[in-house]
């Protein structure tokens, strides 16, 4: 067991590409980390540097308590499970696990107890004597994860291992892999392009994109407070809807203005973390099901009109695409209801405390609900 | 209500199928006769008496077989020694070959280092120069390292070939890069990578590559021609040769000889044809 | 990416130390070995170990020798030779392809089943058919002593017993003819594609010194194989020819002049159209010119043989090869003629021309006269030689060639003997497996555009094979400038005009004058050729990919 610290990593390819940019990761030890973003991120990067496969160009990655940036993969003490499997093809599945603890010379017994415990565990036991060929997507999978598990390494990591699986394996094996992971408690990296994934397994989540974190923290964390629009609009399962407009006050409140289009009003939890921003330019960001229908008790300037295009009925609730006049998308989740209008006009209330002001730019920090660790008793 | 459009293009009726299909077998089966009757012919006339040879052209056919020939042209030329020659120096070539092009092959594919796409360019540049250019200097070479007249001279200037290391690389990169990572974290260094993941997961490959290597040795005329004076170094097309120029009228004896010396490739292709097959065509596919 | 840098690096180097040891031995290193070679005066014979002669640095002498200089009346006709030879390659490509379609036709039956049923029966009739070619032609147990045979063949001086062995050997070979026939449909059936590709692939894996001693018996004017086969042909094409009104073989060789003239035509129209629209470049149209050429010639000549067939007039002339008597006796008159020749050179040069053309013949005793003998030897060269009576010829009708041993034909034989060994070979692999990547999505496109059979191939079949075209095209030009030295070797010794450039290196390097500079001067014209050939071949195969 060990925990595992990434100081200043970076990586450069070719003496120019920098696809990875000033890394800080403290994991713990048994925590499951979750690296997510976009593809082209630079998360398998980071995870290779991790395992020893790419070289460090730039930082300290120490596991346990060894800086680790020369030491040979196999002398890292880590297991990794790659999307494509990497099982070696001409040998049995028997062999394929049993390859490494030859390798480091045990005993012929205990290799044959340890891969058969790890194969009942994973319910493989049968299929030992099979080549890679002759196995299910699935169960080649379970395979791959075998391979790491009798190692019994200190540090587990995984790069996307779900991706090549169908919808429905892929939901069973992840809460397999979070069973699997409350019983072997191992330090475990986990790379991800799917956020579904990435917050349903973490323990905490790190989100990268264009080679850089955005943000580390808990899954509920990163979705209630997201540190930047970026980490906003990529994380949840519905996107973030996002208004531009300009903050101005009046009557010291404070009030949202999208052109034509809108003018709501901020609540006063807002205004000391506003305060220096009146008359610039921010996007007000909130997740559809931060929207509902506006009760005749809700205040006006709460309120926005939009045009209803189309209604999804998901069961309980429902996802309406609104345009605003300006022709700004918006996405509504609402309590279903059987006679909701279509082509018309429909006022909405926005649920304040789930409302986001960014500062202008892709990666504009969330001024009202920033991550707890950067402004830790303010704000809500 | 409009009427569906008619079909203007009908199919071709089956017995216009059927026809078109024989005529292409009867193609097909002709064109086989044309490759296969010459090898027939020659099997008869390797049969015969030399004394029957002028009545074969007339008939068709020998007035009596006589299969000793098959034992008399390895009492009348050391045949057997030629073989061993051809065998010796095919095999020996094949086997260092294997080996050099595909260590070669894994340090252009699969170890990263500085000036490794460089010396990749060069070998593939010679690729482009003619053997003829190569001839004369290598002789030269083989005159002053003392390797003229000598087994080495016939096998040490073929046991690197450019062309293989080429294949064998092409053939490499096809193997995931994933599999030597996981190797690697399992604890394999390069040479195990080596030996007990890429050497059995390239062995398609290496065996076209044997396969060539070993036939284009087989069959090499010129370079043992110019190398080797004694007469125990002659290779089989080299003492065949020989033998035709001396007694180039008894053709039963020669056909036989030629007949003796076609065997093995014929027995190579027909066992792993699958294999040069594919070589053949991947190697234009990547060139 | 594993491992320290320097460690990698020493890995890497024992990895690849082995091999690269040898290649710069034996590959690198000679080949600017060789440029510097082809610099010098470089001859075993002048400098070894019993000499103390330095090595003398020439310039670019040697090349002016062979381009220009005492080597070049060589030089030019070998390259014309080699020139000859790779007449072949386009013919035999084509085969190739055509070959490619007819396997790839997929005619025999699929199923495994049907395939099994359909070998059975066509080897249960296959038996049945020899049984009875066996019935039909066996002379029978006894010959009839009052058999009307028995006079015929006592008036030509047979003895019965002889007469009935040739009958009974012919019966046997019918046979054997017709067994090997059935078989052959059997295993195709059974079988099926994997049976004719390996068939038609086969010789082109034994092209070696043992198949061209074969093809040397075949080749034999009298006792081979195609003049066996040849003469009772022509014979009965003469019949045809004499007993057929005379217009219509006129008609015939105008009608596909005429034919010929059109196609060209047609496609250089088509070629200026696509240069004038930029749709292709210049290279393309030099390709195209150049077909169309080989196509009208190959027109006129067989256009030609019809036009002539009725007075059965010559198709190619050319002289015999002189034996060695002929060619002493050339040596003798020169002798007489030049005073200051070295007698014994021209009796050595005698004895090496036995076998050769006068015209072949002429160039080596020139080379042991004054500047200016050439032409006079030659004259009297070819007074020596027989004219003529050369295949297809003379005034009693037609006769088969004397291949091999006929300054005229050796040619052509070597050609026919390539395309027979190529066609099937690593073309026809590579174009199979062109057509096995072609999309069918393709075809059923064009199918539902109604193209017919002709019109699929052109627009996708042709234009999805061109970089496979491209890529053995370009292999074939290289293999074909460095070509031809085994087959002569073996078949001709170089006589009757075969010697190509690769026989001319070995000649000169390594069997009668150890001339290793020329030679190697002789490999780097040969490179050059390569070279400006392959530079052609990409920037025509790029055009004609692009489009
Ligand atoms: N070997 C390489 N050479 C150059 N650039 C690379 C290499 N490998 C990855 N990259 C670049 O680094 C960036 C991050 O890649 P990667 O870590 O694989 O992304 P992902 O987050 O999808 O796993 C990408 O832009 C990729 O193009
Ligand atoms: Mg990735």
Excluded at chain 1, 321 to 338: K, M, N, Q, W, Y
Excluded at chain 2, 14 to 27: C, D, E, M, S, Y
Excluded at chain 3, 238 to 258: E, N, V
């Amino acid at each position: 067991m060990a925990q595992v610290t990434l100081k200043n990593v970076a990586k450069v390819y070719d003496k120019k590409i920098r696809a990875v940019e000033d890394v800080n990761i403290q994991i713990t030890d048994g925590e499951f980390l979750v690296f997510v973003g976009p593809s082209g991120c630079g998360k398998s990067t980071t995870l290779r540097m991790i395992a020893g496969l790419e070289e460090i160009s730039e930082g300290t990655i120490s596991i346990g308590d060894h800086v680790v940036n020369d030491v040979h993969p196999k002398d890292r003490d880590i297991a990794m499970v790659f999307q494509n499997y990497a099982l070696y093809p001409h040998m049995t599945v028997y062999k394929n696990m049993a390859f490494g603890l030859m390798l480091r010379k045990l005993p012929r017994e205990k290799i044959d107890k340890l891969v058969r415990d790890a194969a009942k565990l994973l319910d493989i036991a049968h299929l030992l004597d099979r080549k890679p060929k002759a196995l299910s997507g699935g169960q080649r999978q379970r395979v791959a994860l075998g391979r790491a598990i009798v190692r019994e390494p200190a540090v587990f990591l995984f790069d996307e291992p779900l991706s090549n699986l169908d919808a429905k394996l892929r939901a069973t094996t992840r809460t397999e892999l979070k069973k699997l992971h409350a019983r072997l408690k191992t330090t475990t990296i986990y790379v991800t392009h799917d956020q579904i994934e990435a917050m349903t397994l973490g323990d905490r989540i790190v989100v990268m994109s264009d080679g850089r974190v955005q943000q580390i923290d808990t899954p509920l964390n990163v979705y209630k407070r997201p540190a930047n629009r970026f980490v906003g609009a990529f994380v949840g399962a519905t996107p973030m809807n996002f208004l531009e407009g300009i903050l101005e006050s009046a009557d010291g409140r404070f009030f949202f203005v999208a052109g034509e289009t809108a003018r709501i009003a901020l609540p006063a939890e807002f205004s000391s973390a506003l305060a220096d921003h009146i008359g610039n330019t921010l996007s007000l960001g909130f997740r559809p099901s931060a929207m509902r229908e506006a009760s005749p008790a809700d205040p006006q300037d709460e309120r926005i009109t939009l045009r209803t295009i189309l209604v999804e009925p998901l069961g309980k609730n429902a996802d309406v695409s609104c345009e605003f006049p300006d022709g700004t998308h918006v996405l509504a989740r609402i309590d279903a209801r059987e006679d909701f209008p279509v082509n018309a006009d429909v006022q909405f209330t926005l649920e304040m405390k789930h409302v986001h002001i960014f500062e202008p730019g892709e990666f504009g920090a969330n001024l009202v609900h920033p991550p707890a660790d950067i402004l830790a008793p303010a704000a809500v | 209500m409009p009427n569906p459009p008619t079909p203007t293009r009908v199919k071709p009726s089956t017995l216009a199928k059927t026809l078109g299909r024989a005529v292409i077998v009867a193609l097909l089966v002709l064109l086989a006769l044309t490759f296969i009757f010459p090898f027939v012919w020659q099997i008869l006339i390797s049969l015969s008496a030399l004394t029957d040879v002028d009545l074969l052209t007339q008939t068709g056919f020998p007035p009596a077989l006589q299969p000793e020939n098959f034992i008399t042209i390895f009492q009348r030329v050391d045949l057997a020694r030629y073989f061993f020659n051809s065998f010796f120096i095919a095999g020996w070539v094949t086997i260092l070959q294997v080996i050099t092009c595909s260590m070669a092959a894994y340090a252009f594919s699969r170890i990263q280092w500085p000036g490794r796409d460089k010396v990749f360019l060069l070998y593939l540049a010679t690729l482009m120069v003619p053997a003829v250019v190569l001839m004369v200097p290598n002789f030269v070479v083989v005159l002053k390292l003392g390797m003229f007249d000598d087994y080495s001279g016939l096998i040490l200037p073929s046991a690197f070939s450019a062309y293989g290391t080429f294949l064998l690389r092409q053939f490499m990169l096809t193997v995931p890069s994933s599999l030597d990572e996981a190797a690697a974290i399992d604890g394999a260094s390069h040479w195990r990578i080596f030996t007990t993941i890429m050497l059995p997961l390239a062995r398609p490959g290496i065996i076209v590559m044997a396969i060539f290597a070993f036939l284009f040795n087989y069959n090499s005329f010129f370079w043992p021609l110019i190398i080797t004076k004694t007469a125990n170094l002659r290779v089989l097309p080299v003492g065949l040769l020989q033998f035709e120029s001396s007694y180039g009228q008894e053709t039963p004896l020669i056909m036989a000889g030629s007949l003796l010396a076609m065997l093995p490739p014929i027995i190579i292709f027909l066992v792993l044809q699958k294999y040069l097959v594919k070589g053949i065509q991947l190697g234009a596919v990547k060139g | 990416m594993i491992g320290s840098k320097k460690k990698r690096v020493a890995i890497a180097m024992m990895f690849l130390l082995p091999n690269l040891i040898g290649f710069l031995i034996f590959t690198a290193g000679p080949i600017f070995f060789s440029l510097y070679m082809s610099l010098t005066d470089w001859a075993l014979t002048k400098h070894n170990e019993f000499s103390t002669e330095p090595i003398r640095f020439v310039g670019m002498q040697n090349y002016q020798r062979l381009l220009v200089g005492d080597e070049s009346v060589f030089f030019w006709d070998y390259l014309g030779n080699t020139i000859f030879l790779m007449i072949g390659i386009p013919i035999s490509i084509a085969g190739s392809l055509a070959l490619a379609l007819l396997i790839n036709a997929k005619a025999t039956p699929q199923a495994p089943r049907i395939r099994i049923r359909a070998g059975v029966i066509a080897l249960v009739i296959g038996a049945i058919v020899t049984f009875f070619a066996w019935l039909a032609t066996t002379p029978g147990p006894l010959p009839d002593p009052a058999s009307p045979l028995l006079e015929m063949s006592a008036e030509v001086g047979l003895t019965d017993k002889s007469l009935f062995e040739v009958a009974r050997l012919r019966s046997i070979s019918f046979t054997l003819i017709t067994a090997v026939f059935s078989l052959v449909i059997a295993l195709g059936l059974i079988v099926g594609s994997v049976f004719f590709r390996t068939v038609y692939y086969l010789p082109s894996l034994l092209a070696s010194v043992p198949m061209f001693l074969f093809w040397k018996t075949l080749y034999r004017p009298r006792g081979g194989l195609i003049n066996a086969v040849l003469d009772p042909a022509l014979d009965t094409i003469q019949t045809i020819i004499t007993s057929t009104p005379r217009f219509l073989w006129y008609a015939l060789g105008i009608a596909l002049w005429t034919a010929a003239i059109i196609w060209a035509f047609r496609l250089m129209r088509s070629g200026i159209n696509k240069l004038v629209h930029k749709d292709a470049g210049a290279a393309a149209f030099i390709g195209r010119t150049a077909l169309v050429l080989t196509m009208l010639i190959t027109a006129y000549g067989v256009g030609a043989v019809l036009v002539q067939a009725p007075q059965q007039s010559m198709l190619r002339s050319g002289f015999t090869s002189l034996d060695r008597s002929q060619t002493q006796t050339i040596a003798d008159s020169l002798a007489a003629e030049f005073p200051t020749a070295d007698t014994a050179e021209l009796n050595l040069i005698a004895r090496n021309t036995d076998g050769s053309s006068p015209d072949d013949a002429a160039r080596f005793f020139a080379t042991a006269l004054p500047d200016d003998a050439l032409p006079r030897t030659r004259t009297i060269a070819r007074a020596q030689a027989k004219p003529l009576h050369d295949g297809l010829t003379s005034g009693d009708g037609l006769t088969s060639p004397e291949w091999l041993l006929s300054p005229s034909w050796a040619k052509t034989a070597l050609v026919v003997m390539g395309i027979w060994t190529a066609i099937g070979g690593a073309n026809m692999l590579l174009y199979l497996a062109g057509l096995a990547n072609i999309p069918p999505e393709l075809y059923e496109a064009a199918d539902i555009d109604g193209a017919s059979g002709w019109q699929r191939f052109v627009h996708v079949t042709w234009p999805q094979l061109a970089p496979t075209t491209f890529f053995i095209v370009v292999m074939s030009v290289i293999a074909g400038v460095q070509g031809g030295f085994e087959q002569a070797m073996v078949m001709t010794e170089g006589k009757a005009d075969t010697i190509t450039l690769s026989y001319y290196l070995y000649n000169i390097g390594f069997s009668d004058r150890f001339e290793l500079g020329l030679a190697c001067a002789i490999a780097w014209v040969m490179f050059a050729m390569i070279f400006v050939l392959t530079i052609f071949n990409f920037r025509v195969g790029n055009q004609l990919t692009n489009d």
